[in-house]
């Protein structure tokens, strides 16, 4: 892989001028990648407010399109949309015509299911998945995976889920019997590649009697056929996670093994018999390089740790000295790298690079793809323009374009260069237009013992009123993940329209910000991490961006931050509102036989006892911090929500909870859902509990001094 040597540029402001950052970001790339990116443009004007709030259901209604991929040779789009139908459907859209609206077909459209993610394996041929997010299960089923023809022909169920029953109509479905739930779609090579045939790999799944994935074992599937072959390469024990190359050859694969994890090394086209090479050796938690990239000339782009902070950057590995090059190909100052390489559907070569500081951007290689990318963002300045383009700077070229910013959900645009107009085809969240939205600024201040901090706020819209705000410190699951970006999110950007101030931080232990940010929330719980949830909010107060009243709310690790939030820093909170919320660390970190749940065994043996603590040697810190064990200090109203059907977070979290507040005198309000799990709650289970959360808000956050700890409620 050829890639130009790298040279610091810095990133610009072109979507991070409204965002206060401490240090800029920057990103290492020379000449070509650097000459892609644009200065600083003003954000597009904001429709003035409609009369009154919108009701919560206009934000947590499913987008009208959700996913929008060109074929192949950029004639055919396919979309998955709710436009329409009760449920998420594939349609095809003809770009061959140049006037008038474009021909469509509706290809699937299923009763009882949503057609999830889709892609292209021909020219003629697509392979979708489905989902059921919208019925009542706790444990959602397997996506499965279908093939269809791009007339609606030759329909084939290739994967089948787990739920019971048939989803393919019995006219419709081929003969030939579908794989097992036990697989899953790994990769869609470029069509063409396997054989010349419409071909994906699948990867079966195999698990232990403790039900702990054993090995991933990849197969070229046949989407016209539903036959299965061996990709002729040895699978190694614990393979995990495999990375191909653009023609669908593996060339690295992780693998996990008795708490130890390691990156395997094999060259795409290898003679069967080449074994495969070690690479890396690290932990269950991490491993110090992480393939990103597998070239078709046999390179190799890793993801490891460089520079301050741990942050981590992507370069290539050099198998002469075996570790990644000195200078990195990508990097940005005071972020990990995360985003993706695109590959060119022409070549298989490198065309650019998605990179994700505060917000998304795009650097291309490929010079065509460049001067696309600038059109797109001269069009829509001020957002985000993620493009995907089919025979870019040819006279049939199409462009599609998401785009989107803090302040809207997101459109998307075609061009084609055989009009030289941009066409607007949808807009994901059309109920919204008119309403002014709130805007989102990342920060980086100062935890008490001097940690940088990343804090993100959504600001209320002006027409809510000016000055200081109540707050809502809004803390995110996980709690090993980034938390936030920049884009619109409906939960902050509902409570910002009732008035709130939204303060998300970035507490330690979160990823995205460095490898020393992560490691210093392990053992935290309630503790550091607690302080760092109450120094954002400080801050915020000390900047006269929030007053005196402001309430803690979360799920998850979130729900479980607002309990310890309402017992570490009481005069803090006026009120907490937790959902799916961890309550008893003992519970999750030793599990019961009596209690199903989906945390396997290989993480409680191999990572709690690390990233939390260990369930003997640590049980007195453990239970310290244990919410259920400390409702008596819990002073402040509570509202809490659970699933009954989840396995993540078990129902029994609550009710011991709610027990413990009862017995304490506080009986706390409480909802539970039927049927419902961890995540992705119906869309009418969310717009019920965020109504509950804005009555809750309004009435303990109400102009006025703060309810005493001891006052009847």
Partial sequence: MNLPPPLPATLPARLLARCAIAQRAALALLGALAAGLLAAAAPPAVAAAATGPLPAEAFFRPPEVQDAVLSPSGQWLAVTTAAGAERVSLVVFDLRATEG??????????REVDVASVAWVAEDRLVFTVSESDTPSGERPGSGLYAINVDGSQMRQLIARKASG??????????REALSPAHTLLFVPSPGAGGGEAQVIVGQMQVDT??????VVPLWLDTRSGRSRSLGVPVPQGAQRWVFDGRGRPGAVTTLLEGRTALLWRAPGA????EWQTLAQGTAIGLPLLPRFVGDDGSLLVEHVQGPGGTTVLSRFDFATGRPAPEPWVKAPGFDFQGSVLRSDVDGSIAGVQVVTDAETTVWTDAAQREMQERADAFQPGRVNRLSCRRCGQPDAVALVDSYSDRQPGALWLWRAATGRWQLLAERQPGLRGHAMAEVELHRIAARDGRSLPVWL?????????GPRPAVVLVHGGPWLRGGSWRWEPLAQFLASRGY????????????YGLDHFRAGFR???????DDVADALAWAQAEKLADERACIAGASYGGYATLMGLVRHPQAYRCGVAWVAVTDLMLLVEGSFWINDDTSSGSRQYALPEMIGDATADARMLRSVSPVLLAAQMQAPLLLAFGEADRRVPLVHGERMRQALREAGREPEWISYPGEGHGQWRTSTQADFARRMEAFLARH???????PPDAPR
């Fill in 271 to 274: 003679p069967e018999e080449a």
């Fill in 166 to 175: 048939p989803v393919v109509e019995p006219s419709r479905q081929l003969g």
């Fill in 458 to 466: 959504t600001r209320p819209p002006a027409s809510t009123g000016s």
């Fill in 701 to 707: 956050l109400a102009p006025g001094p703060a309810r």
């Fill in 501 to 512: 101030l939204v303060i998300s931080p970035e507490f330690r232990g979160s990823r995205g």
């Fill in 210 to 215: 403790g039900g702990n994935l054993r090995r």
């Fill in 524 to 530: 935290q719980w309630g503790r550091a991490m607690q």
């Fill in 101 to 110: 609206r474009l021909p469509a077909q509706r290809l699937v459209q299923f």
